[in-house]
């Protein structure tokens, strides 16, 4: 039977620019942000601070990046009754933010759209958007990144929202498995299954900026096992899953169902006389939408894959209803 816990997250949007320069710093308030500075140059953003309206008056953060003052500035002004932030865009090129636009529940603002590019030849870089749907303004969470004294390197949204946890699927009464967490990567874009008479392990990819990155692998070694790699497309994403247990609850299939269809089941258990009994658990909470996906978490132990479940972060029902197979 499938179990379902409440969980509070801080999911990370980002970062634009290079986070591994630079010191670090964050931005977290419980007031209104009514002003965003931006400071630039010919090449890029150097510096960014936030004021805050508390008890009526203008509270300003500390300025990130460039100590100097002879850069241009851009004032964003929110409407801070009714305006929130949402999430960010923009462009980097080298160790440059070219672009930055602030996106909030009302509009767009455009802080900084230049960089220097020396050539006609230089194609200006792709933009990249960091949101996820934040509906409400106690959902968003503030901003952090890195910077130093010449510039701003990086910039980032946090975004708290609820999750259930929906699962898990498998062993959940032992002590001794480890207990493994993709909370917040969302973006699947591969999934890797080896397995022989009972699922051994999983391991994830993940599509960000254009390159697959990959999860830690949870279960069993993956040699001399059979390996399974569901492909997912750009516009597909998880909806749900299920799995066949064994009496010992050993996880002996799977089956992911997504936007676009269903990949499995994977590792068919073969029935005969001396084991026939095979219980099915399903994590279904109707996901309808890319958003509310948050995730898978589980555990394992040296030889195999002992439990899955999903993360869902429920958003306001849209008028886009996922595909559905019959179970």
């Known amino acids: ?45 150097t510096s960014i601070q936030f004021g805050y309206v508390e008890n009526g008056a203008l509270v300003l953060s500390t300025k990130y990046g460039s100590i100097y003052d002879d850069d241009s500035i851009r004032i964003v002004r929110l409407n801070h009754e009714s305006e929130f932030v ?24 455009l802080a900084y759209h230049g960089g220097k590019f020396d050539s006609p030849k230089m194609r200006r870089p792709e933009t ?3 949101h ?37 699927i498998g062993d959940t009464e032992s002590k001794t498995h480890t207990h493994w967490d993709e909370k917040g990567k969302a973006m699947v874009s591969h999934i890797f299954v080896s397995f022989d008479s009972y699922i051994k392990s999983i391991q994830f990819g993940y599509s960000e900026k254009g390159a697959i990155v990959m999860s830690e692998k949870y279960g069993g070694s993956s040699e001399g096992h059979n390996l399974r790699v569901v492909k ?72 195999r894959l002992t439990s899955i479940g999903i993360y869902v972060s429920p958003i306001p029902s849209s008028s886009t209803a996922a595909k559905r197979e019959n179970v």
């Open 1 to 45: 039977m499938a179990r379902f816990i409440l969980d509070k997250m801080e999911m990370k949007l980002g970062p634009l620019g290079d986070y591994s320069c630079g010191e670090k710093w964050q931005e977290y308030s419980s007031s209104p942000i009514s002003h965003i500075f931006v400071t630039y140059h010919s090449r890029g953003v």
């Open 86 to 109: 949402t999430g960010i865009s923009g462009e980097e090129w080298g160790a440059d933010i070219t672009s930055l636009t602030i996106h909030t529940n009302e509009r767009k603002h």
């Open 128 to 130: 990249t958007e960091y």
């Open 132 to 168: 996820s749907g934040i509906h409400d303004r106690r959902e968003f969470g503030g901003f952090f990144g890195s910077s130093d004294c010449y510039k701003l390197r990086s910039v980032a949204v946090s975004h708290f929202m609820e999750m259930i946890r929906a699962g898990p």
């Open 232 to 303: 997912l497309k750009h516009n597909e994403f998880v909806t749900w899953l299920s799995g066949v247990l064994n009496l010992n609850d050993r996880i002996n299939s799977l089956t992911f169902y997504t936007n676009l269809g269903k990949h499995g089941p994977i590792c068919e258990p073969a029935v005969n006389k001396y084991l026939t009994s095979f219980e099915k658990e399903i994590v279904d909470l109707g996901i309808c939408d890319r958003r509310e996906f948050g995730g898978f978490f589980g555990s394992c132990d040296g030889s």
